[in-house]
């Protein structure tokens, strides 16, 4: 249910977005100047050996530490718990217990510690929210807003990172994308972020050249790309398998320091293993021979996964940047081997972003976050934006896939396979994905309609578990494929809410099949190549093109390219046709939708019935980003249907 926010419930929630922006501000500068303290002198004064012994000093100190904190079954509290409690200790975790943890994440990373350290401030900003709303007459959804944003906050402000910090609480906390919920998360991280810039530098933290970008720089981005996501999948794995299964008991005393034994060795040699990966990322972008990149990189992989494993707390986010780099230096020197120098650094941070991205199943925020921690040249960011938008299209196949639902399919005339799913009873609502994607992308939507609806989700002709027994696709051809269908399920009537490609192939059956269609939900579709915004255009066009000419590499393309030449060119729909569709239509777009908001008012405009509703603050993908909006705007415009129907 859609939380109420009255004007007195916005203005609490701001002033409390206040308070936590300076508390969570001031909080990071204590925690990044204790950091420096013991980072500076291990990393750049004290010898090999002094070193190698700071290290054995901080598995001994890791090892005590989290044995007290844990004994007789005590908890330490994940954020995530906190932002979702289901019980009294989640919701109020143990203050000093939790900041003892925290601190002691610093403390340990400072002496050398291989994780990361940013898990710390999000923790006391979490931790400091919980505590103040203590007493305050919050809902769970507004709390849930509240202590989310203050946990990046932490983030935004120890790293002098704000809007990839704001990105993070929508796309990796899961904080539903409306206003109110951008207001206070913009309000917690850039004024965290003001606040601590009064003691931390917002200076990159590593240093790049300005390089060329040719088409080559494409092809090799989209196959590093490629290259990175098996390796750090394998270590996002590994990693959630160790942080479950992480040592917790009295074997903590002898584990831990003997994995901190392993690092003091290795760390006499290789100092640019210690800490969360700073040291690592920029002797890559410095050069490492090809030995030494090889050693950095399997060393700091296996580090960090035996420290989560056996007792250590802390973060993946940096290390995850580090070994990026580390494997990108690896990738660029072998292919150096055979003739390819092309400049690596372009191709090492987009290594940096594949790795991240990957981790955290968070490409947005990852991108940004890189490009905070290096300030690349202008020269970056395209091959960058390019790699993000290959990871958001397998993170939104495999998002998708997870559905477990047995598998249906109706044989088309020409041997294709139609695959679908039935949900529900009552009156029939069909869903249509968007281009290159699958019925799966509704998933949100499935729990709330199907209590009401009979859904048919079917995944399109050469889409999800589809095939296509043809060379091409249509929209012609969808069409028919959907019409034939519903005729073989015995559904005459239906209502189609279509996104994206999915709204264009719903306005094809309209056309051509108008006895089937008794209502049009069209979110975000666009029957001219103009209706895009400019940007989505280009970037639609540099992947279709370093597709292209990867095709002959790598034939499993071939039908990815086939489905992407539908958003290639204008629909063969002219806007005076519109006129023809006569039931009543629902044009819904968000306020920053990849579709214009001219011509999505021009296609409501030219409709025999249609109105257009733009949701301020929504991005293309509402459905999926923002389902309770989504589903509050077509559940109106169906029980508009309802009452018109009944009248």
Known sequence: MDTVFTSRNKIRLILLALVMAILVGLGAIVLHDLFDFLWEDILHTVPALQRSGIVLVSGLLSALGWYFLQRQGRRLIPLKKQISPQSEIEEYPPFWRQLGHLFLQVITVGMGAPVGKEVAPRELGSLFSTHLVRKIPLDSDQRSVLVASSAAAGLAAIYQIPFASLIFVFEVLGIPLTAINVVVAFITTYGATAIAHLRISDAPLYHVNPQPVTWVTFVVTVILTFATIPVARLFSRISKHASQNRTKDSRILWQLPLVFVLLAVQSYRFPELLGNGAPLVQAGFDSLSLPDALVLFTCKYAIVLLCLRFGSYGGTMTPSIS?????????????????????????????????????????????????????????????????IGLLLLIKCRRDASKDTESETFIPLPDGSQLHYQIVGEGETLVFLHGNNGNYHYFSKQIPYFSQKYQLVLFDSRGHGQSTNEKAVNSFDLMADDIAYALKELGI????????????????????????????????????????????????????????????PYFPQLENYMINMRLMMEDMPIHLNDLARVTVPSLVLIGGWDLISYEHSLEI?????????????????????????RFNKEVNHFLTQLEENKNA
């Open 492 to 551: 005459d009537k239906a209502i189609f809410i279509g996104y994206s490609d999915g709204a264009n192939l719903a306005l094809t059956i309209a056309l051509k099949y108008s006895d089937l269609v008794t209502g049009l939900v069209l979110n975000a579709g666009n029957i001219r190549l103009y209706g895009e915004k400019w940007y989505a255009g280009l970037s639609t066009h540099v992947l279709y093109r370093v597709m292209k000419r990867l095709l």
């Open 323 to 387: 070994l990026g780099v580390a494997f990108g230096e690896v990738v660029c020197l072998v292919a150096a081997l055979f003739g390819f120098n092309d400049p690596s650094q372009i191709y090492l941070a987009v290594a940096a972003c594949s790795f991240l991205g990957i981790t955290m199943n968070a490409p947005l925020t990852a991108g940004m976050i890189v490009y905070s921690f290096i300030g690349f040249p202008k020269t970056y960011l395209f091959p960058v934006l390019l790699s």
């Open 604 to 628: 409501a405009n030219h409709l025999g019935n249609g109105h257009l509703v733009s949701v301020p603050f929504r991005l293309h993908n509402m459905a999926y980003l923002s389902p309770k």
